[in-house]
Structure formats: structure tokens, C-alpha cells
């Protein structure tokens, strides 16, 4: 198994993540007039969809998106990024 970083294992299961902890971040504020503070309970549903942070979900996005098209190689401590032969 490889290292992938902040991708997820598709793009639309990586998407459907970032649906519900956009959501529930944005819910958990949005509906404190409407439902009280118990909503922000939905706040860490958030953070835990989003696996911790929003900035780490974007990160994932851009890897999940060039998986598999971009290949990284290192020799004598330099490294390329070229486009793969797939």
C-alpha cells in the first residue's frame, strides 16, 4: 500500500466528504438562531468528514484529482514531477 497523502480513494467519495463536513461547519453556525447551541454538535462531524481540517480537504482534493497521472522520481536527491505514461 502507498503513502497517498490527504487523497481519498475517488473523486466523488472525496467530494461526498467534503459535502458533509462543509455542510455541517456551516450548518453548526448557520442554525444557532433556529435550533440553539446543541447544533454546534455538528461542528466536529465537520472537522471529522473533513479529516481534521478544510485546508488538508483541499490538499486532498488536488491529490486525488492528478492520482495516478503525475509520477514523482528522485535521483542522487533531485526530484521530477512528470506526467505518467497511463
Known amino acids: 500500500m502507498t503513502d497517498r497523502g490527504f487523497a481519498s480513494a475517488s473523486l466523488p467519495r472525496h467530494l461526498v466528504r467534503g459535502a458533509v463536513g462543509f455542510g455541517a461547519l456551516i450548518g453548526s453556525v448557520a442554525l444557532i438562531p433556529v435550533l440553539g447551541p446543541v ?3 455538528l461542528a466536529p462531524v465537520g ?5 481534521g481540517c478544510p485546508t488538508c480537504w483541499a490538499i486532498g482534493l488536488a491529490q486525488t ?3 495516478g497521472r503525475l509520477k514523482r522520481s528522485c535521483v542522487d ?3 521530477e514531477l512528470t506526467v ?3
Open 39 to 41: 447544533v454546534l454538535l
Open 65 to 67: 484529482i492528478s492520482m
Open 84 to 86: 505518467s505514461n497511463r
Open 47 to 51: 472537522l471529522l468528514a473533513l479529516r
Open 77 to 79: 536527491g533531485r526530484c
